[in-house]
């Protein structure tokens, strides 16, 4: 594949063009159909509540002829392997979850030996933010990734909260963002050697009400997840740590990305929701990937099940000590 800013701009105009990508799933599946509007692609929609006018009600329903360049699942978790055949039976090229991807890693490689000519894609936007290039050429002494809420578990009571329906709590939602940060990063796999994963529920349904910051509260639903999660490892002498969090007692919002560098300034950004770009961007680099970047993506994603997949719950809260911030 040449790269998208190598390509020949007529070329790339009419590649684009003809283009058909299905979103499955509008919620925040709305994010993408704006997305590959603006770069052009042919959107079709599939969401089984009929209220949201999506073109099909479900995956099946689309009609054989439509070749599927690629497949966005934007559904709950527990229903991201069964669009992803769905799709794989339509031949759908490119397939690309949301995290956490499936339900564990041997899910996701045994969906890839059943159809081995779609491509599986984990959602990783954060790996596309424009930070990247005041990194680049530079040799990373330390890095700590902070995604701390003050208060937004994302609908207490709700799927995300279940844990038979979101297969666990924050070390599904926010730490997968937070891995994918860190193997951008160094460019490299973060789970090689040893590492620490540890997850903890803090709150029962009863201690909590109606006032996070995101998603809808539901009082006679289920909450037996984790929502405080921290990961640590160390990649050729480079700590990694990654903290998150749904609700924790401080002050204010932490979602900052600090980079110790050996040499030079250090960086800290200071992040909020991931920009529209990045979302283009990324499914640009998915859509017209050559093997190479694919089997590239193929190691984080994988790495990336590998480590929620061990996940342990601790019995007592997550220390702030463990992580100065």
């Given at each position: ?214 998603g809808n509260y539901n009082a006679s639903g289920i909450y037996d997840v984790d929502d405080c999660a921290y990961f640590s490892s160390k990649v050729n002498d480079t700590p990694i740590e990654c903290f998150a969090s749904w609700k924790l007692d401080i002050d204010t919002d932490v979602i900052e990305w600090r980079f110790k560098m050996k040499n030079g300034p250090n960086l800290t950004f200071g992040v909020g929701l991931c920009p529209e770009d990045a979302y283009e961007a990324m ?43």
């Open positions: 594949m040449m790269l998208l800013q190598e390509m020949n701009f007529t070329n790339l105009q009419k590649v684009t063009m003809h283009k058909t990508v299905c979103i499955v799933g509008l919620g925040i599946g709305k994010l993408y159909v704006d997305a590959c509007t603006r770069i052009g692609w042919r959107v079709i929609t599939v969401d089984q509540n009929p209220n949201v006018s999506a073109d099909y009600l479900s995956v099946d329903d689309i009609p054989h002829d439509i070749c599927i360049d690629m497949g966005i699942i934007c559904t709950p978790n527990h229903t991201h392997q069964v669009v992803a055949r769905q799709l794989g039976y339509k031949h759908a090229i490119n397939i690309v979850v949301e995290k956490p991807g499936f339900r564990c890693l041997g899910e996701w490689l045994g969906f890839q030996q059943q159809y081995p000519k779609s491509r599986l894609w984990m959602v990783k936007n954060n790996q596309f933010r424009t930070l990247y290039k005041d990194l680049h050429d530079k040799e990373i002494e330390k890095i700590q990734l902070f995604w701390l809420n003050k208060n937004r578990i994302p609908g207490a009571g709700s799927w995300f909260t279940d844990k038979a329906k979101a297969f666990g709590g924050v070390s599904r939602d926010l730490m997968p963002h937070l891995l994918s940060v860190a193997q951008r990063s160094l460019g490299c796999r973060i789970a090689e050697t040893d590492f620490l994963a540890q997850c903890y529920q803090q709150y029962d349904m009863f201690e909590l009400k109606n006032d996070s910051t995101y499914l640009q680099e998915y859509m017209f990937a050559t093997e190479e970047t694919y089997q590239q993506h193929q190691r984080y994603d994988e790495e990336i099940h590998y480590i929620i997949d061990r996940f342990e719950t601790t019995e007592s809260a997550i220390s702030n000590t463990k992580v100065s911030i």
